[in-house]
């Protein structure tokens, strides 16, 4: 018994650095994710997840770490460079996730803008101080999308693919990254152009109608029949168009979270 505890004592600092390795990647991860990452979630909640991933990665990924712990115990600049280089990782793979995700959001920012239903009043601190409660909607429905079609296990899977993607310990490719966020960030707005493209249509030919009917009626109140028909007839064709821009956005997000480095 004195020997395993003796064992156990010797390899102890080397299990440590390793858990603590695969805690700065999967906290990296997790905490940018579209649905855990936002402000309303709780802190003891994502703590515990990512604490919890740690654990059942651990016996998998370990094996990915084993060789460098034993050079890097010994150097405390190496083993920060390794900490930092995990981390970095982490956030990539997470932000990659959190932006094409984000298209829902700013699909409905983009919406609301149209038909008359942008308050500054509504402060969102996800999206900022502009942005309105339809956005706030489209946040509100990522968590849900995300867990009813199981989207969440790509992102995971990424995750433990990484390891032999970017393996611990060499220099992570910060122009491959850069790269890919730029690009997931165009696919971004491109996405949300489109969900909302019904929508800026109507608004674009609603004003230029308004004009029309202005010019004809100097006399009529336009604005005040206008925004009303306006807003009535925006919140009638999100509702019609709803399941349809739901349904894109399903499809898109599940074929880039399906083009994650590491699957």
Known sequence: MNEDLLTLTDHLPEKAFIFLAILCRVSGCILPLPGLGNRSSPQIVRAGLVVALSILLFPSCSSFLAALSENTLGNPSAMLVTLAGEVLCGLTLGWICRLICFSLPV???????????????????????????LSRLGMLCIGVLMF?????????????????????????????????????????????????????LIGTLWPAFLGLLNRFAPAMQVYSLGMPAQMLSGIFLLSLFMRSILSRWNEAVSAALSALPGL
């Open 107 to 133: 699909a409905m920012q983009i919406i609301a803008t149209m038909v008359g239903l942008a308050s500054v009043i509504q402060p969102d601190p996800e999206l900022g101080a502009q942005s309105t409660a």
């Open 148 to 200: 009813a079609p199981a989207l969440y296990a790509l992102p995971l899977s990424a995750l433990v693919g990484s390891y032999t993607h970017f393996p611990p310990g060499h220099i992570f490719p910060t122009n491959n990254a850069a790269e890919a966020i730029l690009r997931m960030t165009s696919e971004n707005f491109l996405l949300a152009c489109q969900m909302a493209s019904p929508f800026i």
